[in-house]
């Protein structure tokens, strides 16, 4: 027998046609054979149309037949409405727990506010970004919670027409999954929807807004703007509440609350001055607390563990300085307030003659003295 071919009685096979070898169980899918995916087709009804959104055959909008017709849409719970106002908060972002800092003289407008809007009226509270509007919304939303037989509905204004917010108020209270109203049939729900409406970032003014209110007679709007937006018509009875910045003690309250602890005098000093600058902005000192609690005063004790941990990297020959360079060093003195600002004083004039050191130096490099209004201090 020839070693290089081996016969197929030493393969195992009689001389006869050889077996064919049983398939494998494939450890993974075909890649040349795909599975056909399934197309979600969804059917929405706008008005008197019906469209059908088929992503694969195309979409299509034809007349709607009356079998295929939405009924009357129904108002949503109580307990519905409160599963769809948790549901649309944005996600409490990871990290520490944010400290509740709550309202701060703002009472009195908290309860102009709220004495308005039982009465069914619609108010407008106007004030600059970074005043607390927001804050202040949200604090009154939570006082009228009961006022009215809808509830509290509160809408976003940000980059929204009045139509879209009529749209938004209707999906806010009505229970209508695919089905999109025309404009008779949204004015005909919206007249019967009995709401207060806290609309904050709105971004227009006069016959628009007079649209939105003409169209929700029963219900009570509490609209936050910017100075900028354009006020509401003559013929609107719309209340307008202003907000105006805090005075020095709250400022300096806020920044305390938010800072966690109390305030040094340095940092009390540089409190007022922001109060200054910012015209007593709420947004400000929360943004000063912040950057006050990342960077606390540092004590005794801390200061010594920190000169210890410094001491322990250095190497063995330099952790003791010499008895020449053992010297106290002192803290530079904090100007008082306003002195930062103070023109430095002039020298007088018989000290910056030709024979003054610094005029002699100046002298030797440029090779000329310089005259009078050259001088430095002049």
Known sequence: MDPNNRGPEEHGHDGDT??????????????????????????????DLLLTVNPVDGSEIELCPPAERPARPEKLTAAERAEVSRAARPPVPPGPTRTVLGLLARDDERERLVRLLARGRSVRLTGPAGSGRSSLLDVVAEDCAGLAP???????????????????????????????????????????????????????GGGALDELLDATPECAWLIGATPDVPAPSADSAVEEVFLTGLDRSDGVELLERAAGRTLTEDEANWAGDLWFESEGLPLRFVQAGALLRQARPATGRCRRRRRVRRLRRRPPHRRHPPRHRRRRRRAPAVPRRGRGARPAARLPPHRLGPRHPGVRRRARRRGAAPGAPARPGR
């Open 150 to 204: 809808d509830g509290v509905v509160r809408l976003n204004g940000f980059h929204r027409t009045a139509d879209d917010l009529l749209h938004d108020l209707f999906y806010a209270v009505h229970r209508a999954p695919l089905h999109r109203p025309d404009r008779t049939e949204l004015l005909d729900r919206l007249r019967e929807v009995g709401a207060v409406v806290v609309l904050d970032d709105v971004e227009f």
């Open 18 to 47: 050889p077996r064919p070898r049983p398939p494998r169980d494939p450890l993974t899918t075909d890649f040349g054979q795909h599975a056909p995916a399934l197309a979600r087709t969804v059917q929405l009804v706008s008005g």
